[in-house]
């Protein structure tokens, strides 16, 4: 029981912005960020909000895969940096195109959101409650981003991933999920502060803080736990898996658990040249580029998996 993936698309914003660019307002080069994390170029919006861009990614996933929205049951969009505090973003892409009759909801799980989405909807078609799904992994992080903090300035992009998913009893699918809420403090932003006429607060919006060496850590050791721990539940070897799409992170996090699984960097497709860090989005923008460049196939044995603020991981092991 599990589910098949129907059609894929993804949107950026228009406005691409390399390292150099970057290195003209903050003290960074092109060769630092390169050599530290593998990304020369990311996407950052000067007008599309992020429901411009879901709908965008999720048009293009629908004719992928030949269905209209009226026939989508289910819609969760991954997002940290919605448009509106409410409602949704899901509810906003559902009146956007259309999806008369879905139930549509977002969750948080910052860089884990899409694989999270993904596992929920699992859950909805297990239990009966959907036999569709449009799963979305949406972000401006731009909007949230110190812009004189280059630590994490030069890693974020924006964009949105969509996913048409469907219900297939035939299917074999596991997840390995968790979260460490303990560790909270080491990605975060916090929302609007207090401020009411009993309590008066002037602070201003915050902004992304991140303890990137805490997170590159966790990275290293929970992804390859998680993603072993679903191929064990799936009954395959990592020698069995034809592709892994990793959340676009870091380089080097992909490379430390190419190396832990035994596996060439060839099996480890990467888009953070080219996107950046884009949250929720990383992944369903992977998967949309490696069907469409021929590189996933029907057939192949597939591994994804994200991690991210929270602390929040995620691993699936399903056959595309
Ligand atoms: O999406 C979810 C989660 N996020 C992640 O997975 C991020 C995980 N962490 C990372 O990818 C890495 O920790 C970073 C890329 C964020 C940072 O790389 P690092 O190798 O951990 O560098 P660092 O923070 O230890 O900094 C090393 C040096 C410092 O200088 P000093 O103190 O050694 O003189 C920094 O000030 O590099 C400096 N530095 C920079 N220099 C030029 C930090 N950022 C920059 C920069 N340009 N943009």
Request: charged share 20%; aromatic share 8%.
């Given at each position: 029981?599990?589910?098949?993936?129907?059609?894929?698309?993804?949107?950026?914003?228009?406005?691409?912005?390399?390292?150099?660019?970057?290195?003209?307002?903050?003290?960074?080069?092109?060769?630092?960020?390169?050599?530290?994390?593998?990304?020369?170029?990311?996407?950052?919006?000067?007008?599309?909000?992020?429901?411009?861009?879901?709908?965008?990614?999720?048009?293009?996933?629908?004719?992928?895969?030949?269905?209209?929205?009226?026939?989508?049951?289910?819609?969760?969009?991954?997002?940290?940096?919605?448009?509106?505090?409410?409602?949704?973003?899901?509810?906003?892409?559902?009146?956007?195109?259309?999806?008369?009759?879905a139930?549509?909801?977002?969750?948080?799980?910052?860089?884990?959101?899409?694989?999270?989405?993904?596992?929920?909807?699992?859950?909805?078609?297990?239990?009966?409650?959907?036999?569709?799904?449009?799963?979305?992994?949406?972000?401006?992080?731009?909007?949230?981003?110190?812009?004189?903090?280059?630590?994490?300035?030069?890693?974020?992009?924006?964009?949105?991933?969509?996913?048409?998913?469907?219900?297939?009893?035939?299917?074999?699918?596991?997840?390995?999920?968790?979260?460490d809420?303990?560790?909270?403090?080491?990605?975060?932003?916090?929302?609007?502060?207090?401020?009411?006429?009993?309590?008066?607060?002037?602070?201003?919006?915050?902004?992304?803080?991140?303890?990137?060496?805490?997170?590159f850590?966790?990275?290293?050791?929970?992804?390859?736990?998680?993603?072993?721990?679903?191929?064990?539940?799936?009954?395959?070897?990592?020698?069995?898996v034809?592709v892994?799409?990793?959340?676009?992170?870091?380089?080097?996090?992909?490379?430390?658990?190419?190396?832990?699984?035994?596996?060439?960097?060839?099996?480890?497709?990467?888009?953070?040249?080219?996107?950046?860090?884009?949250?929720?989005?990383?992944?369903?923008?992977?998967?949309?580029?490696?069907?469409?460049?021929?590189?996933?196939?029907?057939?192949?044995q597939?591994?994804?998996?994200?991690?991210?603020?929270?602390?929040?991981?995620c691993?699936?092991?399903?056959?595309?």
């Amino acid at each position: 029981m599990g589910f098949r993936i129907m059609g894929t698309g993804r949107a950026v914003p228009a406005n691409a912005v390399s390292n150099d660019d970057i290195a003209k307002f903050v003290d960074t080069s092109d060769e630092w960020i390169s050599q530290r994390t593998g990304i020369k170029n990311r996407y950052i919006s000067t007008g599309e909000t992020l429901n411009d861009l879901a709908k965008e990614a999720s048009e293009k996933a629908m004719e992928m895969a030949h269905v209209t929205a009226d026939s989508i049951d289910l819609i969760i969009v991954g997002t940290l940096s919605p448009d509106r505090i409410y409602p949704s973003a899901a509810c906003e892409l559902q009146a956007n195109i259309g999806a008369v009759n879905a139930i549509a909801f977002d969750i948080n799980a910052a860089c884990s959101g899409f694989l999270f989405a993904l596992q929920i909807a699992n859950g909805y078609f297990a239990t009966g409650g959907a036999k569709r799904a449009l799963l979305v992994g949406a972000e401006i992080l731009s909007k949230m981003t110190d812009w004189t903090d280059r630590g994490t300035c030069v890693l974020f992009g924006d964009g949105a991933g969509a996913c048409i998913v469907d219900y297939d009893k035939d299917a074999v699918v596991t997840f390995s999920s968790g979260s460490d809420g303990t560790k909270g403090d080491a990605l975060y932003c916090n929302n609007r502060p207090i401020n009411n006429p009993f309590l008066k607060n002037e602070s201003s919006l915050d902004h992304t803080h991140m303890d990137g060496q805490e997170v590159f850590k966790f990275a290293v050791k929970t992804v390859p736990r998680a993603i072993e721990d679903a191929m064990e539940k799936a009954g395959v070897t990592a020698q069995d898996v034809d592709v892994f799409l990793l959340h676009q992170a870091n380089l080097r996090i992909i490379e430390a658990v190419a190396k832990r699984l035994k596996r060439p960097m060839e099996k480890f497709p990467l888009i953070m040249s080219e996107f950046g860090n884009m949250s929720a989005a990383c992944v369903p923008i992977l998967l949309d580029t490696q069907i469409r460049n021929g590189t996933v196939q029907r057939g192949m044995q597939t591994v994804m998996a994200g991690f991210g603020a929270g602390l929040t991981w995620c691993a699936a092991v399903f056959v595309y």
